[in-house]
């Protein structure tokens, strides 16, 4: 492992990062892009997906955004290697790090468990109307479909029928 | 769309400075050392010098070499053996870590920060 993390280190890569004037404020630039891409793009999901924007139909918006998502996660994951390259032993050592890394992969489950399984389905249309009751005063049973009598019920169903349509293209594996 | 632009390249300096923070050294003791250069490191994301200051030895975390070679601080200038005189403040927790605000190689003065 030492070993390895040393050859990392000491690898042309990593020395090109560490000495070239400008190649680790521009990796830094791209990382920041990819993240802006990654919650940009997964937000506006996430809002549809709690009730808000109903007139935009959850499947096409799913399948347009979460390529985008994973190109934003591609690019920032990318940048990220390269700058951890450059100090490959002290990245591991801290703290912080391991942290964000455990986040990461927290995420990366989450969001495998939402796209592969159709839990999901519940857990998405139960925030909807958990949302519907806390903002009873917006017209909710607009947000989540037009259709909609407007009871808890209802609304729980015609989210359940929106949100676990078949899955898109850009989702089967 | 141009505004837009403008905005984003505005907060590029922001982003690079707020990359590593100040808050873990005491802002409120400053140093000023002088000392001979045992070893350099001109790398991202922080170069850094070991000086020898009378009776200790310190790691002194100095800028980016993007922005330090943008203020006129070589790669040339700054070699083993060089005196320096460098501004700093000591790390809260390594006790033998500065971060610099500014150094003296051989009568120029450079700001890192």
């Known amino acids: ?173 | 769309m141009k505004r837009y632009l403008f905005t984003a390249l505005a907060l590029l300096p922001a982003l690079s400075l707020a990359h590593h923070g100040w808050s873990e050294y005491d802002q409120s003791s400053m140093l000023t050392l002088t000392g001979r250069v045992e070893e350099v490191g001109y790398e991202h994301p922080h170069g850094y010098v070991k000086l020898a200051a009378p009776g200790k030895t310190w790691l002194a975390v100095l800028a980016p070499p993007s922005r330090m070679d943008n203020r006129g601080l070589t790669k040339e200038m700054l070699k083993p053996g060089t005196t320096v005189q460098v501004v700093s403040y000591p790390n809260r927790t390594k006790p033998e870590e500065m971060r610099a605000e500014r150094i003296t190689v051989t009568g120029k003065t450079v700001e890192l920060r």
Request: aromatic residues 8%; charged residues 15%.
């Open chain 1, 1 to 173: 492992m030492a070993s390895a993390i040393h050859t990392i280190e000491a690898s042309g890569v990593a020395r090109f990062m560490r000495e070239a004037l400008y190649a680790y404020p521009v990796a830094e630039v791209v990382h920041i892009v990819g993240l802006g891409l990654l919650f940009g793009s997964i937000a506006i999901v996430d809002l549809r997906l709690l009730g808000l924007g109903s007139r935009v139909p959850v499947k096409p918006l799913v399948a347009f955004a979460v390529p985008w998502s994973i190109a934003g996660f591609t690019i920032a994951a990318s940048a990220g290697l390269l700058m951890f390259t450059a100090h490959a032993e002290e990245f591991l050592t801290q703290p912080v790090f391991m942290l964000k890394m455990g986040l990461i992969l927290a995420g990366g489950f989450n969001a495998t468990i939402l796209h592969v399984s159709r839990s999901y389905c519940g857990l998405a249309s139960s925030l909807a109307v958990a949302s519907s009751r806390i903002c009873s005063g917006l017209r909710w049973d607009y947000v989540v479909t037009p259709k909609a009598d407007g009871s808890t019920l209802a609304l729980s169903r015609c989210s359940q029928t929106i949100l676990c349509h078949k899955r898109p293209a850009a989702l089967r594996h």
